[in-house]
């Protein structure tokens, strides 16, 4: 597949306050892209240098970003988006397939607002649900990504086909959020800053691995109208259309040819219930990686340690 064309997209600055300012530095600059006729793509960008992609997971923003972004600014240019479904990005309702949730196309959201900014090439750091979308980004547009690094996830199909008693009783929202609509999503829009409660603060680092400010960021994103919807839609789609597109990566032996780091936490349930190195091994060609000292959460638990940890491969070669 190809990346769109830098001319097809551009990229809208805006000046207003947002409630999550006193994250970033003064620099960081809020903008937004129409990816799509009525879909625009709300992000940050940071520094100058190299282009990078930070993708945040869920149930977040652009906002797990924070504590990294000072060091990563002062290497590179740093474009940090809100996916589709979050944050400050569009909410479209889903289609009968969930075609427009799949990392497909949550993939091609993120090419465009790079190609606004003028980056036809880049590194991608991304977590959980960023990381699956990086991961089919990389497959399906191997000329954009140069080097990939991705946290605390094995691959969507290793996950999906591995699934153990002690993963589902662990990552219980997968198969919460893939019920038929409306159910999960009138039940998280009954509280929404209970779900990110039950679901961040409860693994292990509890709710005082986050800033207060950021807490406060996610449940506010997470009340906003359509955001249940489309955290349900993404995981509707890796449920099935990514399933499906991983198996057709499968058989016909696709590999990522880039260069790959993954990094997951110590702690967390992916260390637990998969072997991370030897799962993205099957799907990449050239894999290393190291546990972090920490659980889920990366960038906000142990940002210090997941700085020294990539930013010798994110700057190789430059």
């Known amino acids: 597949m190809s990346a769109p064309s830098t001319p097809s997209f551009t990229a809208r600055f805006i000046a207003e306050p947002h409630p999550a300012d006193a994250l970033f530095p003064p620099a960081a600059r809020r903008l937004s892209v129409e990816v799509e006729p009525g879909v625009r793509i709300h992000a940050r960008v940071c520094g100058e240098g ?12 652009l906002a797990i970003w924070h504590r990294v972004l000072p060091a990563l600014a002062a290497q590179f240019s740093v ?7 979050y944050g400050d990005s569009s909410k479209p309702a889903g ?37 699956r979308v990086a991961h089919r980004m990389a497959a399906d547009h191997p ?21 153990t008693e002690a993963f589902a009783r662990a990552y219980w929202h997968w198969f919460f959020l893939i019920q038929p609509a409306p159910m999960p999503e009138r039940l998280i829009e009954a509280d929404p800053a209970a779900y990110a409660r039950d679901t961040m603060g409860r693994r292990h680092a509890g709710q005082a691995a986050f800033d207060p400010r950021a807490f406060v960021e996610y449940q506010r994103a997470l009340a906003l109208p359509g955001t249940a919807h489309g955290m349900c839609e993404d995981y ?29 936490g110590a702690q967390g349930v992916v260390a637990k219930c998969f072997d991370p190195l030897a799962e993205w091994r099957r799907v990449a060609s050239e894999v290393d990686g190291e546990a972090l000292p920490c659980g889920h959460y990366i960038p906000e638990e142990a940002p210090d340690a997941l700085l020294a940890a990539v930013m010798p491969f994110l700057r190789a070669g430059l």
């Open 236 to 264: 509707r789609a890796a449920a099935g259309i990514d399933l499906e597109h991983d198996r057709a990566d499968r058989d016909a032996g696709v590999k990522l040819a880039m260069p790959l780091r993954v990094y997951w």
């Open 79 to 85: 474009v940090m988006p809100d996916l589709r479904g």
């Open 50 to 61: 190299p282009p990078l992609l930070l993708i945040h997971g869920h149930p977040q923003t």
């Open 143 to 163: 000329a954009v990504v140069e080097r990939l690094a991705l946290l605390d996830i094995a691959p969507t199909l290793a996950m999906y086909e591995q699934t």
């Open 95 to 131: 289609a009968s397939d969930h075609a427009n949730y799949s990392k497909r196309r949550m993939a091609l959201d993120l090419v465009a607002v790079m190609a606004a900014l003028g980056h036809g090439r880049f590194r991608v750091l991304a977590h959980d649900r960023g990381a």
